[in-house]
């Protein structure tokens, strides 16, 4: 079946340090893969998305490639602020299916 | 423009209890609603979701219930919680399937004491 993996935290860096949170999937045909965010205490929120091979989703500074050579969709971002510090799940939905396969999420800690 | 309430945004309730937490979504016609929770530190689980009104599909053992007897309209219930209840649930909406992304709403604070 469909799966999510994403490396584990936390994650903390120092304010302007590069970020690289790894995820990769197992899927069978030609899945959607997102990025979501969760700000302390709310709700998540879409970050970006991509829906095939080779598209770059981008928000907000954050980049994510969707690899199918290797199965993966790392999200990065070049210089975290404080204000990124919160919980990123990497999440896959199939074209047609109804739900949606969410990774365990990765928490962030940026320091000023 | 889209809109997802869901409330309330904490609650506090004795084992036993029974419960009820409502979800509305504005500016959309016939979506896809969901209801995950998500235990302290942990990922996302999901417990309901519905395509269609008066149609639930189930995915955990039944403690939970859920409804939707409105196209915008997603409750969930319980009739007697337990400790192992307590957890963020957070409410989701999208139009169309899976491809798509999910609106979440603002989650409600379930603790069972």
């Known amino acids: 079946g469909n799966s999510v993996t994403q490396m584990e935290g936390p994650v903390t860096l120092s304010e302007e340090a590069f970020l690289t949170i790894n995820c990769t999937y197992t899927?069978?045909?030609?899945?959607?893969l997102f990025w979501y965010v969760q700000y302390p205490g709310e709700g998540l929120q879409l970050l970006l998305k991509?829906?095939?091979?080779?598209d770059k989703g981008s928000n907000k500074g954050f980049e994510a490639t969707y690899r199918k050579e290797t199965t993966s969709f790392h999200l990065e971002k070049g210089s975290v602020q404080v204000s990124d510090s919160a919980v990123y799940f990497c999440?896959?939905?199939?074209?047609?299916?109804?739900?949606?396969?969410f990774g365990a999420g990765t928490r962030l800690f940026v320091k000023a | 423009s889209q809109t997802i309430h869901q409330w309330p945004a904490t609650l506090v309730q004795p084992v036993g209890s029974p419960l009820s937490l409502e979800c509305t979504v504005e500016?959309?016609?016939?979506?896809?609603l969901y209801w995950y929770r998500q235990a302290a530190g942990r990922g996302l689980q999901l417990l309901f979701y519905s395509v269609g009104i008066g149609q639930i599909s189930s995915e955990v053992p039944q403690n939970l219930s859920a409804s939707r007897p409105q196209d915008r309209q997603f409750i969930l219930s319980s009739k007697k919680l337990l400790l192992s209840d307590s957890g963020f649930y957070l409410c989701?909406?999208?139009?169309?399937?899976?491809?798509?992304?999910?609106?979440f709403g603002s989650g409600t604070r379930l603790t069972v004491v």
């Open positions: 991509a829906t095939k091979a080779d």
């Open positions: 999440a896959l939905g199939s074209t047609g299916g109804f739900k949606t396969i």
């Open positions: 989701a909406w999208r139009v169309g399937t899976a491809g798509y992304g999910y609106t």
């Open positions: 899927a069978t045909g030609y899945p959607s």
């Open positions: 500016g959309t016609s016939n979506p896809n």
